[in-house]
T-cell receptor, first 116, second 114 residues
Framework: GAVVSQHPSWVICKSGTSVKIECRSL??????MFWYRQFPKQSLMLMAT?????????EQGVEKDKFLINHASLTLSTLTVTSAHPEDSSFYIC????????????FGPGTRLLVL | AQSVTQLDSHVSVSEGTPVLLRCNYS??????LFWYVQHPNKGLQLLLK??????LVKGINGFEAEFKKSETSFHLTKPSAHMSDAAEYFC????????????FGQGTTLQVKP
């Protein structure tokens, strides 16, 4: 149980285009999902907290107009990288917190984005 | 504010020997601490967690960690390393708010030599 999926697993796009990444909790309901960014050989940095039915809360320094987050249901959150640039190339990871518990987050396998 | 520091960026052990990955934390109250493992091209997997119950926490795959308040440490250990243990390990503390935000350490790469 407690499986989180991400789609796509990797994507290559041209500079200036937008890319949408989906995060789904497959066997549990998640009132809160989190989006992280990980650069090569570095740790995970939290970008934003996504709550079902409300606006996402962004971490300091993260552009909310560039990284659009939608959490329309208890099992799906999406991250859209708008007008992508090469510096947006990274590994994006989502996690989901079971609505019944506070402590444990379940992580998706990640999406590797390459912007040319 | 809560934070964690992983003292080693890279640890190399031989197969069958003990593993020690060190983590120190900083917290203004009793923290919730976690160890996650990240294998290449796979999602992060929870190894174990401490949430103010027993100070010695047993996790999956033979790993365990001991919460030592006096030393503000939460080191991860395993008696005997397997080749499959080679991965990136993250020590994590839960943030102070009720949002459940996690704060990650810098990560430790574990190399297991045959």
């Amino acid at each position: 149980g407690a499986v989180v999926s991400q789609h796509p697993s990797w994507v290559i796009c041209k500079s200036g285009t937008s890319v949408k990444i989906e995060c789904r909790s497959l066997d549990f309901q998640a009132t809160t999902m989190f989006w992280y960014r990980q650069f090569p050989k570095q740790s995970l940095m939290l970008m934003a907290t996504s709550n079902e039915g409300s606006k996402a809360t962004y971490e300091q320094g993260v552009e909310k107009d560039k990284f659009l987050i939608n959490h329309a249901s208890l099992t799906l959150s999406t991250l859209t990288v708008t007008s992508a640039h090469p510096e947006d190339s990274s590994f994006y990871i989502c996690s989901a917190r079971d609505y019944r518990g506070l402590e444990t987050q379940y992580f998706g396998p990640g999406t590797r984005l390459l912007v040319l | 504010a809560q934070s964690v520091t992983q003292l080693d960026s890279h640890v190399s052990v031989s197969e069958g020997t003990p593993v020690l990955l060190r983590c120190n934390y900083s917290s203004s109250y009793s923290p919730s601490l976690f160890w996650y493992v990240q294998h290449p091209n796979k999602g992060l997997q929870l190894l174990l967690k401490y949430t103010s119950a027993a100070t010695l926490v047993k996790g999956i795959n033979g790993f365990e960690a001991e919460f030592k308040k006096s030393e503000t440490s939460f080191h991860l250990t395993k008696p005997s390393a397997h080749m499959s243990d080679a991965a990136e390990y993250f020590c994590v503390v839960r943030g102070s708010s009720n949002t459940g935000k996690l704060i990650f350490g810098q990560g430790t790469t574990l190399q297991v030599k045959p």
